[in-house]
């Protein structure tokens, strides 16, 4: 296990529901990331956090709402989300500014009906 | 903005024998270059990386290669073996300590080695 956990798994919501994903990491890293990775395409960066402060929000649509209350936990907070919505939610983390490796949680695979 | 293309998006080998991923990127100031790895099911977890001031670095039976030039930079996977199967990611960065967030992952190839 590299220490970065997401919950749930799976995750199964309709159009008008609001759910929200959990990460949380045990490396003591400072940075903490958001990605969305569907099939065929690249992942794609939708938020950055910096000692709990955001530092990139790649035009991300505002039914997606970040929260990071501490450098160890990271919500992604979901709310009347679209069928293309549907994909595999990877939480990320690093030592910080400077450090590129990334550390990848296992994901939570969403699905919108 | 930075643009990674990656390719083959499929691969296919059999084992003992090599296999070569390419990658090209756009910006010129990108310095970092990272290769993920996905096996089926799980996370993404780094496996290579390289910096602009180096052209080539080997890890055992995995190196990469950099034409700062050309603008490329190439996985390869020698004596492969089926638990290299998986879908490979390469990435760029650019900056002086810029971190992961300025990442652009290209969109990944899957490689399955043939027993």
């Known amino acids: 296990e590299t220490g970065v956990t997401q919950t749930p798994r799976h995750l199964v919501m309709g159009m008008t529901n609001k759910k929200s994903l959990k990460c949380e990491q045990h490396?003591?890293?400072?940075?903490m990331y958001w990605y969305k990775q569907s099939a065929k395409k690249p992942l794609e960066l939708m938020f950055v956090?910096?000692?709990?402060?955001?530092?990139e929000n790649n035009s991300v649509p505002s039914r997606f709402s970040p929260e990071c209350p501490n450098s160890s936990h990271l919500f992604l907070h979901l709310h009347t989300l679209q069928p293309e919505d549907s994909a595999l939610y990877l939480c990320?983390?690093?030592?910080?500014?400077?450090?590129?490796?990334?550390?990848f949680g296992s994901g939570t695979q969403l699905s919108v009906l | 903005g930075e643009n990674v293309e990656q390719h083959p998006s499929t691969l296919s080998v059999q084992e003992g024998d090599s296999a070569v991923i390419k990658c090209t990127y756009s910006?010129?100031?990108?310095?970092?270059f990272p290769w993920y790895k996905q096996e089926l099911g799980k996370r993404p977890q780094l496996i290579i990386d390289?910096?602009?001031n180096v052209g080539e670095k080997k890890d055992q039976r995995i190196a990469v290669t950099l034409n700062k030039t050309a603008k490329h930079f190439s996985l390869h996977i020698t004596e492969t073996q089926p638990e290299d199967s998986a879908v490979y990611f390469c990435?760029?960065?650019w900056g002086e300590g810029a971190g992961s967030y300025q990442l652009t992952f290209g969109k990944g190839t899957k490689l399955s080695v043939i027993p």
């Open positions: 990320a983390s690093s030592h910080g500014q400077g450090s590129e490796k990334l550390f």
């Open positions: 490396l003591g890293h400072n940075a």
């Open positions: 956090y910096n000692f709990k402060e955001q530092t």
């Open positions: 910006d010129s100031a990108s310095n970092y």
């Open positions: 390289i910096r602009s």
């Open positions: 990435a760029a960065s």
